[in-house]
């Protein structure tokens, strides 16, 4: 059937596509498609054979169902090219050190279980064998690929096990081709189309790098796939699995971008009760010329800060501490400045009782000078005096 543009956009309105990185769709579409998925392979793992003359044969030994529920993997597709490559491709959602760590093992698994009863072990060296991880996304390898061999520390070599991990970021390559306009390769583009998210989309990528006949069988495969109920029913269910997840994880971002917030809006108080606290203590020294005392009391405040470091619960104490050692201070300057008010005033007091003196003297007809000499002050103090009273 030939699929038009027209009718795979009436088709979006009316079913969605199941993923292809899904793993019933992945594994399902590629065998149908087996020489486009060898043509991939050996692009993306860039295997000295020709695309024309080989052959590609999937293989039946694959490991326990079990294995598919393992964090992040999907089932493997175990494929064998022309007797001598031997590769085990899998789909991960993410991939982190725990997948990463699971897939050396997977891979031991993988190479053992082609060696037949009383066979030698060096006859595994006969083929090549390739671990090919495609992962949706992955934070470890944000710049496209990756490729892990086995290393000899002693030698500074790669040692010749005959065996391989590729990874593939797929994000990687569809920010490549939507976001920044590049050329990509056949099997970037593949990978670009295995993120597609309708069939619109899968058609618009598989356009640029299959011809007509195998694009139409490719796009069968997918819309077959997505109108199974069985598949569909798995591909809701892990929708849902994944939106829930999603909501835990955002509901557990959004408790830690609060504690944050607090932890900063704590960190910010502290900071201004520590500015406060160093206030008080100028403060406290000025008034009280005690800086030996002080120094001791700014170490045991500088204790107390480090504490509030490492134990918030103690911020509430320490601020109370503070509050009352201002109160305190404060008390103290009331003190200061009723102590200085008093002597204002008797400062004004003696002021006019010399003007009383003065008064009484020019009374007695006494001399600038005499006065002078009575009561202690200037014979220009005194002129002043008379000038302002009008004596």
Not at 74 to 88: E, L, Y
Not at 173 to 201: C, H, I
Not at 335 to 341: A, G, L, V
Request: glycine letters at 2%; hydrophobic letters at 35%; one cysteine or more.
């Amino acid at each position: 059937m030939k699929y038009t543009k027209e009718f795979l956009c009436r088709l979006d309105e009316k079913m969605e596509m199941i993923p292809l990185y899904f793993d019933q769709m992945f594994k399902s579409v590629m065998m149908k498609n087996s020489e486009v998925f060898k043509r991939f392979l050996i692009d993306t793992l860039r295997l000295n054979i020709d695309y024309d003359k080989s052959e590609i044969n999937f293989l039946n030994n694959e490991f326990p169902k079990e294995i598919s529920k393992e964090r992040g993997k999907v089932i493997d597709i175990h494929v064998r090219i022309d007797n001598k490559f031997t590769i085990d491709c899998e789909m991960n959602y993410y991939y982190d050190e725990e997948v990463m760590a699971k897939s050396s093992v997977y891979m031991d698994k993988f190479r053992g279980s082609f060696i037949e009863v009383n066979e030698a072990y060096k006859d595994i060296f006969d083929y090549d064998f390739y671990q090919l991880n495609l992962n949706k996304s992955s934070k470890m390898y944000p710049n496209g690929e990756n490729v892990i061999v086995s290393y000899n520390l002693t030698t500074d070599a790669i040692f010749p096990d005959h065996k391989k991990v590729v990874l593939k970021n797929l994000d990687y390559y569809s920010s490549l081709y939507y976001n920044m306009g590049r050329n990509l390769s056949f099997d970037q583009l593949f990978m670009v189309a295995l993120l597609s998210k309708n069939f619109t989309e899968l058609d618009s990528v598989l356009s640029r790098i299959l011809n007509d006949e195998e694009r139409d069988r490719f796009l069968e495969s997918v819309i077959n796939m997505s109108n199974d109920s069985f598949s569909l029913h798995a591909w809701q269910k892990e929708k849902l699995d994944k939106w829930e997840k999603w909501h835990r994880d955002k509901r557990l971002d959004e408790k830690e971008n609060k504690l944050d917030e607090k932890e900063n809006a704590l960190d910010e108080k502290e900071n201004k009760l520590d500015e406060k606290e160093n206030a008080l203590d100028e403060k406290e020294n000025k008034l009280d010329e005690k800086k030996n005392a002080l120094d001791e009391k700014e170490n045991k405040l500088d204790e107390k800060k480090n504490a509030l470091d490492e134990k918030e619960i103690l911020l509430n104490e320490k601020e109370n501490q503070i509050n009352e050692k201002e109160s305190q201070i404060n008390e103290k300057e009331s003190q200061i400045n009723e102590k200085e008010s008093q002597i204002n005033e008797k400062e004004v007091k003696l002021k006019q009782e010399k003007i009383d003196v003065v008064k009484r003297l020019i009374e007695k007809k006494l001399s600038f000078d005499e006065i002078s000499y009575i009561v202690g002050i200037s014979v220009n103090d005194i002129r002043t005096i008379v000038k302002k009273n009008k004596l």
